[in-house]
T-cell receptor, first 112, second 112 residues
Framework: DGGITQSPKYLFRKEGQNVTLSCEQN?????MYWYRQDPGQGLRLIYY???????QKGDIAEGYSVSREKKESFPLTVTSAQKNPTAFYLC???????????FGQGTRLTVV | GENVEQHPSTLSVQEGDSAVIKCTYS??????FPWYKQELGKRPQLIID?????GEKKDQRIAVTLNKTAKHFSLHITETQPEDSAVYFC???????????FGKGTSLLVTP
């Protein structure tokens, strides 16, 4: 079954801890993205990657880091430097520029 | 990133009526404009998209129009049904990279 998978679905983190969100796709897409969703804010771009071993900062990259060692995987680390990490995180992928972006089911991160 | 403005933020219609959601964008180089539907707690899913070489596209009860000169595009849903109730997001592809800029969303409620 092809698609894009995020794990875990729910994640709780203590203040001061780093946490990594997983995103895997078997669609053979070159481009992958991370978005953050807050109520009333739409989707804001954190990081994106157009090709393996390359990634670019989005609009709200501070306090986050990513890697793209494999085409299928684009994990996001939320570091302790992120001041307000509680949010719904969405990973997406697409083949190329003018094509549909497919989203994962999201990870809801809560800082406790 | 470049802005995408979306209006209205909430929209309530009676079943069978039409619903219209409007978006404007600022990046004149944008040439791909998708619309996503997101149900509560779920991932956004593409419902229709349009590329800059056409002015209108229709898929059953859903249509999108694009005015590149004015830099605005609209979603039209006819004969609305209660299952159309969701949050709808417009987006525009960025000039650099493949990422999308999203509007803040419209919460559509269709009452029986």
């Amino acid at each position: 079954d092809g698609g894009i998978t995020q794990s875990p679905k729910y994640l709780f983190r203590k203040e001061g801890q780093n946490v990594t969100l997983s995103c895997e796709q078997n669609l053979n897409h070159d481009a992958m993205y991370w978005y953050r969703q807050d109520p009333g804010q739409g989707l804001r771009l954190i990081y994106y990657s157009q090709i393996v071993n390359d990634f670019q900062k989005g609009d709200i990259a501070e306090g986050y880091s990513v890697s793209r060692e494999k085409k299928e995987s684009f994990p996001l680390t939320v570091t302790s430097a992120q001041k307000n990490p509680t949010a719904f995180y969405l990973c997406a992928s697409s083949i190329a520029m003018n094509t549909e972006a497919f989203f994962g089911q999201g990870t809801r991160l809560t800082v406790v | 990133g470049e802005n995408v403005e979306q209006h209205p933020s909430t929209l309530s219609v009676q079943e069978g009526d039409s619903a219209v959601i409007k978006c404007t964008y600022s990046d004149s180089a944008s040439n791909y404009f998708p619309w996503y539907k997101q149900e509560l707690g779920k991932r956004p899913q593409l419902i229709i998209d349009i590329r800059s070489n056409v002015g209108e596209k229709k898929d059953q009860r859903i249509a999108v129009t694009l005015n590149k000169t004015a830099k605005h595009f609209s979603l039209h849903i006819t004969e609305t049904q209660p299952e159309d109730s969701a949050v709808y997001f417009c987006a525009a592809r960025r000039n650099s990279g493949y990422a999308l800029n999203f509007g803040k969303g419209t919460s559509l409620l269709v009452t029986p």
